[in-house]
């Protein structure tokens, strides 16, 4: 069985680093195939692709985010990260990391998400 | 970026019929490799996403074969039969063809 679960600070202010945690089992990221995205979703909105990093360690970044964002994993202790920097309140959201897999190149299993706000 | 159009932005459905919904992108979805990559996801009440459908035909693990995906390159339909309380939430539509990944702003589907 796939389980995720995301972890962060709950709230911090404007213009620190948000760091994530993806803490998951049922795969590993050093496996062929596997991969791991973070999404977000400001309460009441739509959801918002972030980044996702493969088991070799290649890296996909949103572009609108990508001087922000920074992904990475720990293959031993089935985690992965995601820190994006200088935050403002445009980035208060829900936070959700998913399992990718590359032959069907799909995000099937999702964690249950982390709330985030930013407020001075 | 891709953009992905839903339609409608809610629907309400009598228990036991149907319901379809509707997204369009504005950008091929057919990948050379004749496969299309789009896919739909459902957002229960105070749930995270769970996916439906992939690669736009395709049941996900353990989805009713209530639900259905089908679509031409541009034009994707996801239709539920016999709508049950469960059914309930968010559907969104998704495309992972190409950077960044982009989804639908979300159909609703409410209960009559």
């Known amino acids: 069985q796939v389980t995720l679960k995301e972890s962060g600070p709950g709230i911090l202010q404007p213009s620190q680093t948000l760091s994530l945690t993806c803490t998951f089992s049922g795969f590993s990221l050093s496996t062929y195939g596997m991969g791991v995205g973070w999404i977000r979703q400001p309460s009441g909105k739509g959801l918002e692709w972030l980044a996702n990093?493969?088991?070799?360690?290649?890296?996909y970044y949103n572009p609108s985010l990508k001087n922000r964002l920074t992904i990475s994993k720990d293959t031993s202790n089935n985690q992965a990260f995601l820190k994006i920097t200088n935050v403002d309140t445009a980035d208060t959201a829900t936070y959700y990391c998913?399992?990718?897999?590359?032959?069907?190149?799909?995000?099937?299993?999702w964690g249950q998400g982390a709330s985030v706000t930013v407020s001075s | 970026d891709i953009v992905m159009t839903q339609a409608p932005l809610s629907v309400s459905v009598t228990p036991g019929e149907s319901a379809s919904i509707s997204c369009r992108s504005s950008?091929?979805?057919?990948?050379?490799?004749?496969?299309?990559?789009v896919y739909w996801y459902l957002q229960k009440p105070g749930k995270s996403p769970q996916l439906l459908i992939y690669r736009m035909s395709n049941l996900a693990s353990g989805v009713p074969d209530r639900f259905s995906g089908s679509g031409s390159e541009t034009d994707f339909t996801l239709k539920i039969s016999r709508v049950e309380a469960e059914d309930v939430g968010i559907y969104y539509c998704g495309q992972l063809l190409e950077n960044p990944y982009t989804f639908g702003a979300g159909t609703k589907l409410e209960l009559k």
């Open positions: 998913a399992r990718m897999v590359l032959i069907t190149h799909v995000m099937d299993a």
């Open positions: 990093i493969w088991w070799d360690d290649d890296k």
């Open positions: 950008k091929s979805l057919l990948h050379s490799n004749g496969i299309t990559y």
